[in-house]
């Protein structure tokens, strides 16, 4: 019992909405005596309507975890506008309740901006309630005071400003709101579009655009997953650019960087979807292949060779970049890490061997 009475104390202390929902129901419940007091048939309608909202607005509390929130919301303010309409209507005695109506469309911004609504939700609900205050305004207006408390002068006078600072209010509420909503909705844009860049940052190699080591194991993942179940073999390459010391020492680490760049962009554009290119680490570079076929070591060779034809131009100077490549598959091999493993043992025995080369896995 204690545990469920601190979480109800929790609820009401963290949900805006369930704050308005019971402070809604004490106002109506303490206002419900001065119209039995009042009674009369004039007060009978008012008396009916402050109790149905109580009831309607106590069943959205208690049932609050299991109704939409977004129908609570819709629920509630209907609920709101119809007390306030049926309290107009019966008593003709217009006390203030076109100010709680109006308080409502700011109400409504602020009890749904959690929830994905439309943009023709908010105006729906918007515009019933700017109806019902104009019904209201308009009653008001029927029923002005009498000439002998008002001349003719101030009643225009008492009609036109009310009716201006209505509409002024409701114009500048509405449009507030709209304000309100758009930079809301401007700032989430923003927020997805930095979280978007801040996950592309996290997967993929400052330097190249490539994937880094982190998507790269998710790849593995992938590849390994669809091998269990459908039995698709895949290949990994690694290859590493040969004599890369040699080229920082003799051009500078700004022409290494922009080899690495300028070369892996070579080896990204050669191979399309959906083979995949990522960078290992410091000069070393990943290629996956999800399927593998007859063609995979001919084309991988094809490939080695026409980078190592094309020169790098770097400030008006032709570099020869060559790399060594490592090839092997997932035909002998449970795990994508002793694929690689494999392929980057043959990578060392073609450094070992001259360099420039493809070296391909027995186990392929």
């Given at each position: ?25 004490i ?8 119209f ?21 607005e ?9 109704i ?7 629920i509630?303010l ?20 076109e100010?709680?109506?109006i ?14 609504t ?18 209201i ?11 002998d ?27 507030g709101c709209l ?6 909705r ?17 997967k ?21 997953y669809?091998k ?8 990994i ?10 080229i920082n020492?003799?051009?500078g680490?700004?022409?290494g ?12 554009d050669y191979?399309k ?9 410091g ?14 070591i001919y084309e ?5 060779k ?23 598959s997932?035909r ?11 392929a980057?043992e043959?990578l060392?025995i ?5 360099k420039n080369?493809?070296v391909v896995?027995?186990?392929?």
């Amino acid at each position: 019992m204690h545990d469920s009475v601190k979480h109800a104390l929790h609820s009401f202390s963290t949900d805006r909405y369930l704050t308005v929902l019971t402070g809604s129901v004490i106002l109506h419940t303490l206002w419900l005596p001065v119209f039995i007091y009042l009674s009369g048939k004039d007060f009978l309608g008012s008396i009916i309507a402050d109790s149905v909202t109580i009831l309607i607005e106590l069943t959205l509390i208690l049932y609050h975890s299991k109704i939409k929130k977004i129908v609570s919301i819709t629920i509630f303010l209907l609920c709101v506008s119809f007390f306030c309409l049926t309290q107009a209507l019966t008593t003709r005695l217009v006390c203030g309740m076109e100010y709680v109506l109006i308080a409502c469309i700011p109400g409504l911004f602020l009890l749904s901006k959690d929830e994905k609504t439309s943009r023709t939700y908010v105006i729906t609900m918007n515009f019933i309630l700017i109806l019902s205050v104009a019904f209201i305004t308009y009653l008001k207006l029927a029923a002005l005071p009498p000439e002998d408390i008002f001349d003719e002068k101030r009643q225009w006078f008492y009609v036109s400003s009310q009716v201006f600072y209505t509409v002024t209010i409701m114009a500048l509420l509405v449009y507030g709101c709209l304000a309100t909503d758009i930079t809301m909705r401007r700032l989430k844009n923003k927020r997805v579009f930095l979280q978007k860049k801040m996950d592309y940052l996290a997967k993929h190699d400052y330097l190249t655009g490539l994937m880094n080591r982190r998507r790269t194991m998710e790849i593995f993942d992938d590849v390994k997953y669809e091998k269990l179940s459908s039995g698709t073999d895949y290949a990994i390459a690694i290859f590493d650019i040969d004599d890369f010391k040699k080229i920082n020492d003799s051009w500078g680490h700004d022409a290494g960087d922009f080899i690495l760049k300028t070369y892996s962009k070579t080896v990204w554009d050669y191979f399309k979807e959906p083979v995949r290119i990522g960078r290992w680490g410091g000069e070393e570079f990943l290629i996956v292949f999800p399927e593998i076929d007859e063609n995979t070591i001919y084309e991988l060779e094809n490939a080695r060779k026409s980078f190592s034809e094309k020169p790098v131009i770097y400030e008006g100077n032709e570099i020869s970049v060559t790399a060594t490549f490592g090839l092997s598959s997932s035909r002998n091999f449970t795990e994508p890490v002793d694929v690689l493993n494999d392929a980057d043992e043959n990578l060392y025995i073609g450094k070992q061997n001259g360099k420039n080369r493809l070296v391909v896995s027995e186990k392929f």
